[in-house]
């Protein structure tokens, strides 16, 4: 079935040092979402990007949607320790489902 | 504002026994609801959705069930726990097809 690829798997950062997961889709994704899930804790919903070439942005972080919408990413700038966990991504595949991605664990080194 | 509770927290069952998990949600009518797992360490796997009282969809075949008893009530259930069943187990409820907020999940560890 559909699925996305999230790159990297796993990323390690000094403290104040920028980061950046991707999310790739080989067909159009008709909305992508991110989520964050922090050690032992349960995913939280971040963001919802519908429109092709979209840029959200929340303090620190900035989500961006492809021309193509076959893509998306999550870019941290200059991060904190309480930006530790994993981050997801996620399309609406079917009318009610979501199919996640593997993830990218960011930690990070104060 | 809408809550979703699960329990138990953790649990440790021995292989061959039943499961029974529940997750309730409150200040919401209708939701959607949604059992994933996931492996320590990897992403979430859909196991079961609904979208009413009685209807349960199943993603993946495999010795659990699910049963939506009330419209704010989903359950997750096995006759008979694997080693392979181990694993964080995750609620989730959405307004139809918008983002998704998962509960505090269960670990569950079959030993």
């Known amino acids: 079935g559909q699925q996305v690829m999230q790159i990297p798997q796993y990323q390690h950062v000094q403290e104040g040092e920028d980061f950046t997961t991707y999310c790739n889709s080989s067909?159009?994704?008709?909305?992508i979402q991110w989520y964050k899930q922090r050690p032992g804790g349960h995913p939280v919903f971040l963001i919802q990007l519908v429109k092709s070439g979209e840029v959200k942005k929340q303090k620190r972080l900035t989500f961006q949607f492809g021309e193509a919408k076959k893509n998306s990413s999550l870019h941290i700038t200059a991060t904190q320790t309480t930006d530790v966990g994993t981050y997801f991504c996620?399309?609406?595949?079917?009318?009610?489902?979501?199919?996640f991605g593997q993830g990218t664990r960011l930690t990070i080194n104060p | 504002s809408q809550t979703i509770h699960q329990w138990p927290a953790t649990l440790v069952q021995p292989v061959g026994s039943p499961l029974s998990l529940e997750c309730t949600v409150e200040g919401t009518s209708n939701p959607n609801l949604y059992w994933y797992r996931q492996a320590a360490g990897r992403g979430l796997q859909l196991l079961f959705y609904?979208?009413?009282?009685?209807?349960i969809s199943s993603e993946v075949p495999q010795n659990l069930s699910a049963s939506r008893p009330q419209d704010r009530q989903f359950i997750l259930s096995s006759k008979k726990l694997l080693l392979s069943d181990s694993g964080f187990y995750l609620c989730?409820?959405?307004?139809?097809?918008?983002?998704?907020?998962f509960g505090p999940g269960t670990r569950l560890t079959v030993t």
């Open positions: 989730a409820w959405s307004a139809g097809t918008y983002e998704q907020y």
């Open positions: 609904s979208v009413g009282i009685g209807q």
């Open positions: 996620a399309f609406r595949a079917g009318a009610q489902k979501l199919v």
């Open positions: 067909t159009t994704l008709s909305n």
